[in-house]
């Protein structure tokens, strides 16, 4: 709410000048507001660079700005452009953006959700993944998902994502050595490599809003689950703001009955919860 809206605001506003008087506040704080603006852009240009160099000491990759210096403040959320050098002198372009994070760089958003699967949703389900026994993270763009999987459940993991990018970097980053972790590049509306009923789990984390055909995916989705297998998949909650979508890389957000819908179409078996914004949904095949 501004100021002007507020009962002391609308009280100035109706004495004698008083307009004048709100104007003459406003250029007072203005300044001001214009340097906390500026403060919080530095803190997250300083954030990055502490997170990059940490990330040298502890992985051995140098994380260095495409242009080759730092500027002085960034955005929140920032969108940088880096080149990732790993120890053995490979040099790899990455595209840091809201969309996409960097578990080296600017943390992992997803993580909560990717543990939420692993802590909570998996154990109720009763399933049990093992070396034998897949689970996929569709759209794992930089791969740290499911590293994070792979890591706590020690099963085989596939990642798949739109970008061969990116998919080269998680190989580089997450895969090397480790044979019961691998990375694929594919849209996820054809996933004809994956094998019918070859796995026990998905997880598909802020996925579907970006996909013109949400329809084939899911029924991909449902192809590729072994009977009793579960989908964890997750979408921004349009429920309270129908027709607004709020980001420029969504094709379409879902009300809590449209991402029903959708989802019903192929799975019996459909539990949604809301959390914190989002949709998130559990399906037995």
């Known amino acids: 709410m501004r100021f002007r809206e507020t009962t002391l605001g609308r009280t100035i506003h109706r004495l004698p000048g008083g307009e004048h008087l709100l104007g003459f506040g406003r250029k007072l704080v203005s300044p001001y507001w214009g340097l906390q603006s500026f403060k919080s852009k530095r803190r997250t240009m300083l954030t990055l660079k502490r997170n990059v160099r940490e990330a040298c000491s502890r992985t051995g990759i140098k994380y260095t700005p495409l242009w080759g210096f730092w500027p002085l403040y960034l955005e929140h959320p920032p969108e940088m452009w880096f080149t990732a050098r790993f120890s053995d002198g490979e040099k790899l372009k990455i595209h840091l953006t809201y969309e996409r994070g960097y578990q080296d760089i600017d943390g992992m958003a997803h993580l909560p959700l990717y543990n939420q699967f692993v802590s909570q949703i998996l154990p109720r389900s009763g399933l049990h993944p093992t070396q034998s026994r897949r689970i996929l993270d569709c759209a794992c763009g930089s791969g740290y998902g499911s590293n994070f999987i792979q890591g706590e459940l020690r099963c085989q993991v596939v990642g798949v994502d739109l970008d061969p990018e990116v998919v080269k970097y998680a190989e580089k980053r997450y895969a090397f050595n480790n044979s019961l972790l691998s990375y694929r590049q594919a849209d996820a509306t054809d ?39 579960i989908l964890f998949i997750s979408t921004p909650n349009a429920t309270l703001r129908p027709s607004t979508v709020i980001s420029e890389f969504h094709v379409r957000e879902y009300s809590r009955k449209e991402f029903e819908d959708l989802l019903t179409g192929k799975f019996d078996s459909v539990a949604i919860i809301e ?5 998130l949904a559990t399906c037995r095949a």
């Not at 009923?197 to 989705?221: C, R």
């Not at 959390?275 to 949709?279: F, H, M, P, T």
């Open 191 to 229: 996933l004809v490599f994956l094998v019918s009923g070859s796995f026990v789990a998905i997880v598909s984390i802020e996925t579907i809003e970006h996909i013109p055909d949400d329809a084939k995916v899911v029924a991909e989705f449902r192809r590729i689950l072994q009977p009793g297998g």
């Open 275 to 279: 959390q914190a914004g989002y949709l």
